[in-house]
């Protein structure tokens, strides 16, 4: 099973900063690495796959980079609606599809 | 526009069956070499991936739960079910059902979400 990790646990941040998360997996996936953004009460939203490719309606602000075994998410410009978990996610293996515990964004 | 929407059960007991279903609207089931997958939440906690079928029916099952889970499909209602047996306190999560929008971009990830459904594995 690949593991994946994610850092920082919490990260604190005000409106208008940047901020960056990373993602780790246990063996290379390539670039088979997925980003959701997921707050109190809703289901997960799907930002990047393909570890840099937004997905539908997700705005410039948010861009993935990375391949191999060390993914990173930023956000741009911290907008207040940007305030959620994080998780990562590799599909390089189909037979298990596994999570980062995630990265909670607050103020 | 493709929509999910999980149903069941809110409350299992131990040892028993939990069994949802996830309703396909906009969409069908059976369309274009499509995954339909199942991934829980336990309470504050992260994310897992249940598993998945396709619409030709091939399955998919994380390894750690392979033993307990069944995902299967019902063409004549647009929907797709999870049955996982043997439940425990620790079965106690939100269930999601969730889909690729677009399969042939990927399927091993999801931009569809249904709402989630909480089911309490309890006595």
């Known amino acids: 099973e690949i593991v994946m990790t994610q850092s920082p646990v919490t990260l604190s941040v005000s409106p208008g900063e940047r901020a960056t998360l990373s993602c780790r997996a246990s063996?290379?996936?390539?670039?088979?690495v997925a980003w959701y953004q997921q707050k109190l009460g809703q289901a997960p939203r799907l930002l990047i796959y393909g570890a840099s490719i937004r997905a539908t309606g997700i705005p410039a602000r948010f861009t993935g980079s990375g391949s191999g075994t060390e993914f990173t998410l930023t956000i741009s410009s911290l907008q207040s609606e940007d305030f959620a978990v994080y998780y990562c996610?590799?599909?390089?293996?189909?037979?298990?599809?596994?999570f980062g515990p995630g990265t909670n964004v607050d103020l | 526009q493709l929509q999910l929407q999980e149903s069941g059960p809110g409350l299992v007991k131990p040892s028993e069956t939990l069994s949802l279903s996830c309703t396909v609207s906009g969409g069908s089931i059976t369309s274009s070499s499509n995954f339909w997958a199942w991934i829980r939440q336990p309470p504050g906690k992260g994310l897992e991936w249940i598993g998945r079928?396709?619409?030709?029916?091939?399955?998919d099952y994380n390894p750690s739960l392979r033993s307990r889970v069944t995902i299967s499909v019902d063409t004549s209602e647009n929907q797709f079910s999870l049955n996982l047996t043997s439940v425990t306190a620790a079965d106690t999560a939100i269930y999601y059902c969730a889909s690729p929008l677009i399969p042939e971009v990927g399927t091993g990830f999801w931009d569809v979400w249904g709402q989630g459904t909480t089911v309490t594995v309890s006595s």
């Open positions: 079928i396709s619409s030709g029916g091939r399955t």
């Open positions: 063996q290379s996936v390539y670039g088979n």
């Open positions: 996610q590799q599909y390089n293996d189909w037979l298990i599809f596994t």
